[in-house]
């Protein structure tokens, strides 16, 4: 059976979950922290980083270059449109998924539940408090003018790679506190809301909530 390197609550390892849970690949789960990795995971993973996927002798790190790889090893259902210009579009919001806004909402995320309750340190409010003054809620607006008019596509309407990096990120903001103010960006919270509480998201969610609430 092949391996997930990394805790369920990282955004990248919940891309990874999700877009198996979609194409129905079995794997278990070792959920290794991303702190002081070992030199024999850094072998794995040469940057040190979680997600990492452990097939026998294959091995690929990498939230991105893994979802790409199941969607050869297993194309049916599809991730990835197939159109062109979807697909360029798909792969950029899933690079700003990745970046921009995990970047803008993560600290929330780290301040508030990895540093206050596994760090003993003191949140920093401070940083979350510029963050929400300047980065989130031009990320928002970003995403508020990107975000389908109902369901779960950002895409060409259909669910894909673009949606659940995009999303993947959000369930960090919850779980440190930030939700999206469905008053100032509807289509958004919306949008967040349904792809949240899709049927590969859901229980995903629901078990990693569990998980953190028993640590
Ligand atoms: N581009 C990578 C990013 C992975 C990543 O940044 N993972 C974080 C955990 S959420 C990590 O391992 N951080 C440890 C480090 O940067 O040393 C992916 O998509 O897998």
């Known amino acids: 059976m092949p391996i997930l390197h990394g805790v369920n609550a990282s955004p990248f390892v919940r891309k990874v979950r999700v877009a198996a849970a979609v194409k129905g690949i079995e794997y278990e789960s070792n959920p290794l922290m991303p702190l002081g990795v070992s030199d024999e995971y850094r072998q794995k993973s040469p940057l040190g980083k979680i997600p990492c996927w452990e097939d026998g002798d294959y091995v690929l790190p990498d939230s991105s270059c ?3 790889y199941f969607e050869k090893s297993h194309p049916e259902p599809a991730l990835y449109p197939s159109d062109a210009r979807q697909l360029g579009a798909a792969l950029f919001l899933e ?3 990745d970046t921009k806004l995990a ?4 600290p929330f995320f780290f301040e508030r539940v990895v540093k206050a309750r596994f760090m003993n340190g003191e949140p920093d409010e401070g940083r979350l408090a510029e963050l ?3 980065e989130v809620p031009a ?6 003018g990107r975000a389908p008019q109902g369901g779960d596509g950002i895409v060409g309407g ?8 995009v999303c993947s990120p959000f369930q960090n903001a919850r779980h440190g506190g930030l939700e999206v103010d469905a008053g ?3 289509r958004l919270a919306a949008y967040v809301d349904a792809v949240l509480g899709n049927p590969f998201f859901k229980p995903i969610v629901e078990e990693e909530v569990a998980q953190l609430a028993s640590m």
């Open 66 to 68: 893994i979802i790409a």
């Open 95 to 97: 690079e700003y998924g």
């Open 103 to 106: 970047d803008t909402v993560g």
């Open 132 to 134: 929400l003054a300047g």
């Open 139 to 144: 990320v928002f607006d970003y995403l508020e």
């Open 158 to 165: 259909r669910f894909s790679v673009a949606d659940i990096a």
């Open 184 to 186: 100032r960006w509807p």
